[in-house]
């Protein structure tokens, strides 16, 4: 390492550190859906932080709680639990949060160092190895004096230009992954709003069901007319015509005439091939997990000889479908190429589109909200983590089956859609990736930034 970098601690370069306040004094009651919000360990994923999902208090109670505020370029770590997650606070959102009771801060002095050189930094394993070794892994995972411990990290500095210029090249990539994750999420949303504005609220069906198109001559349906817009404007006449004009009572309340209730069954078919990856130790696999699901539905990669145990095979064009714990909703469209190895846990159930219907009409089905709360009502088991829905039950819940035109009708609009968000995922993960494989080099200094201002000056840093 170059002679110039130097190893400090947290102390040494920390305007202020902070944890978050005792949980007596912050109680669920005080919870508020707007507000100041807090920052809980959910928060502490993505490629720097997820800004969302938030729980909020009043302004009131954020100045109570004024010790352990938090403010846009703060570095916050767990002190009790997934010790080892790190987050960097953005500035896009709020000016200020509160921290929850089991989470720590350090703002840095940015006159010694880069706040995300720090946060990068400790995402690296060599970071990751100095944060564990304060750590007690006695009972829940914690570390033990937290603030103490906190400011005795200790963490290796390059000059501060090549700190902001590592940091740069860092957050860059980041940055890219977090535009890629809200474009998935949004085409994601446009495919699910169809979905709910064709099979669940029927909307074409209703304006028909209320005289808004009866009358009206092929060309002026889809726009505006005798002063009033259709329900969704701008759906081409041929579309509107797959629909019927009434709507009927089923077992599942009103559905459009013609339309049936079947069974989950009826649309999808459950493959159940397993497959032993320790017989194949040398193929690398793409591992479908419960845990890879939680930690941003990116599937682990492995060589067969560490997956260790029966596996379902995972071929592409599938849903996977958890039944483990439904109350946490758990539905994967699957992103497997033909000729790539994907193994998924037997806690997923592996769905396949009956024809006519598509992976795209089963993904959106899944997350229906009729659909969830059918699901959680299968619960079996009695302990809170270990809660299943039996497969026979899950293939048998009840569902409407609607008519072939239809069904393909969907699938034209949808697929594309999520045909595109997978896209965005699959370079969200090739680009995390090269951060992953840069970092290390970077942080250690075997990989230089070469005449780092200058650097900086040419990108208007």
């Given at each position: ?25 912050v ?14 360990g ?37 002190a ?62 914690n ?13 290796i ?20 992954i ?9 085409l ?6 169809l ?25 002026q ?114 992103d497997v ?70 069904a ?34 970077l ?19």
């Amino acid at each position: 390492m170059a002679g110039e970098w130097r190893e400090v601690t947290i102390q040494e370069i920390a305007e202020r550190t902070a944890s978050g306040p005792f949980g007596s004094n912050v109680k669920a009651s005080e919870y508020r859906t707007f507000g100041v919000p807090v920052i809980r360990g959910i928060n502490l994923a993505g490629p720097r932080f997820v800004d969302s999902d938030y729980v909020y208090i009043s302004e009131e109670k954020a100045h109570e709680l004024r010790s352990s505020l938090a403010f846009p370029g703060d570095i916050v770590f767990t002190a009790r639990g997934s010790i080892g997650s790190v987050g960097f606070v953005p500035a896009q959102t709020y000016d200020k949060y509160v921290l929850s009771p089991n989470l720590i801060k350090v703002t840095v002095n940015t006159k010694l160092a880069d706040p995300l050189y720090v946060f990068y930094y400790f995402r690296s394993d060599r970071g990751q190895h100095e944060i564990l070794s304060y750590a007690s892994t006695t009972g829940v995972p914690n570390i033990a004096r937290a603030l103490e411990s906190l400011r005795k990290f200790r963490i290796i500095l390059p000059p501060l230009p090549e700190q902001r210029a590592i940091a740069h090249i860092l957050g860059t990539l980041d940055d890219k992954i977090e535009l890629n994750q809200r474009m998935s999420q949004t085409l994601e949303q446009m495919a699910r709003a169809l979905f709910k504005a064709w099979f669940v609220d029927f909307e074409p069906v209703r304006a028909k069901c209320r005289g808004d198109l009866d009358g009206r001559p092929r060309w002026q349906r889809g726009v505006r007319a005798h002063g009033r817009a259709p329900i969704q404007p701008g759906l081409p006449a041929h579309l509107y015509d797959l629909f019927p004009a009434r709507l009927v009572d089923s077992e599942l309340g009103e559905i459009p005439e013609g339309w049936r209730v079947g069974t989950l069954g009826d649309v999808v078919e459950h493959l159940r091939d397993q497959e032993n990856p320790l017989s194949s130790p040398q193929t690398l696999y793409q591992h479908f997990s419960i845990p890879a699901f939680d930690e941003g539905q990116w599937p682990k990669t492995e060589y067969g000889e560490a997956i260790r145990s029966q596996k379902w095979h995972v071929p592409p064009g599938v849903v996977l479908l958890s039944k483990l714990n439904p109350e946490i909703e758990r539905v994967w469209l699957v992103d497997v190429r033909p000729g790539e190895h994907a193994v998924c846990s037997t806690e997923f159930l592996v769905l396949r589109a009956r024809s006519p219907f598509t992976r795209s009409f089963v993904y959106c089905l899944a997350r229906s909200p009729l659909f969830r709360q059918q699901l959680q009502s299968l619960v079996t088991g009695t302990s809170k983590s270990h809660q299943r829905a039996q497969v026979e039950s899950i293939l048998s819940l009840a569902t409407f089956v609607p008519p072939p035109h239809v069904a393909m009708a969907f699938d034209r609009l949808a697929e594309s859609l999520l045909t595109r968000a997978l896209e965005c995922r699959r370079e969200s993960r090739t680009l995390a990736g090269l951060r992953d494989a840069l970092l290390p080099r970077l942080i250690s200094g075997k990989l230089r930034v070469k005449d780092a201002e200058r650097f900086l000056r040419e990108r208007g840093l």
